[in-house]
């Protein structure tokens, strides 16, 4: 997707609320897989998602493009979603497949074999909320450190370096248990 | 709030373009959107000048019914005490 096109299109809704329609169908699957990730119910999530691209249409007079992808800013929208939807919530439980757990054993060390999972799964279930958003922000979504920061209202330099003081504390977690 | 981890061969069950398609619907979205947009941009009743004007008479009917109501049970009660006092006299 050309950015400058996608600038275009943006500018164009933010006149014109009826042209955000193609920013919704381009974007609606990113949003509505990114919410099932921790929502799990297609029901729930398709009314999160409705949810996030309305606060988004309400909110894009106020826009402004910073270099980082719209999609991001999307994600922020829809993890604020998530977050009223979690506050009355005494837990979340998050459901990761192998293969997306894979980069992450192979960036703390842990050999991606089934039986290693689960001090991995143990090990992100110590860590409180802030820290887990970025674990699964850069592996389980796959965002740049930018995309992260844009998501996260923080500086791609912070997202890098908060990013890997969680994967040292992952790395002790793990040590602690073996 | 407690996160919990679930690491599976599968993890959670990734929906098809299909499945998800079923749930994409622009026009609601912008239905959705102008009511948010009436709601938002509803004038508050003490902004409308006619409403307000028909906030301020309401109020001030209550006032003066109340007043008279107060007044009228005043002078029942000053009666009672002449009367009584007549009475005893």
């Known amino acids: 997707m050309d950015p400058q096109h996608e600038i275009a299109e943006i500018q164009a809704a ?34 999160l998602t409705q949810q996030t691209f309305l606060k988004a249409m309400l909110a894009l007079p106020k826009y402004e493009a910073r270099g980082t992808p719209f999609r991001a800013w999307l994600y922020r929208i829809a993890l604020n979603e998530l977050r009223m939807h979690w506050r009355k919530r005494k837990e979340v439980v998050v459901n990761i497949s192998f293969l997306e757990a894979k980069g992450l054993s192979d960036v703390v060390g842990l050999p991606s074999e089934d039986e290693r999972m689960q001090p991995l799964a ?29 998501v996260l209202g923080i500086g791609e330099d912070a997202a890098k370096m908060r990013t890997h003081r969680v994967l040292t504390t992952l790395r002790t977690y793990l040590v602690q248990r073996a | 709030m407690k996160q919990r981890y679930h690491i599976s ?59 008279r109501a107060n007044d009228s049970e005043q002078s029942e009660d000053s009666d009672t005490t002449e009367q009584f006092e007549t009475d005893t006299d």
């Open chain 1, 14 to 47: 933010q006149g014109d609320s009826r042209r955000f329609t193609p920013l919704y169908q381009r974007y609606f699957s990113d949003i509505f897989r990114f919410i099932l990730r921790r929502a799990t119910d297609h029901e729930l999530t398709a009314d």
């Open chain 1, 122 to 150: 143990l090990a992100l279930g110590r860590l409180n909320a802030e820290k887990a958003r970025l674990i699964e922000l850069r592996f389980m979504d796959g965002l740049s450190f930018a995309e992260m920061g844009d």
């Open chain 2, 9 to 67: 061969p599968k993890g959670h069950k990734e929906p098809t373009e299909a499945e998800i398609a079923k749930y994409r619907d622009p026009k609601k979205l912008i239905h959705n959107y102008q009511k948010a947009q009436q709601l938002l941009h509803k004038k508050p009743i003490y902004k409308d000048p006619k409403a307000f004007l028909v906030l301020l008479v309401i109020v001030m009917l209550a006032y003066i019914l109340s007043e």
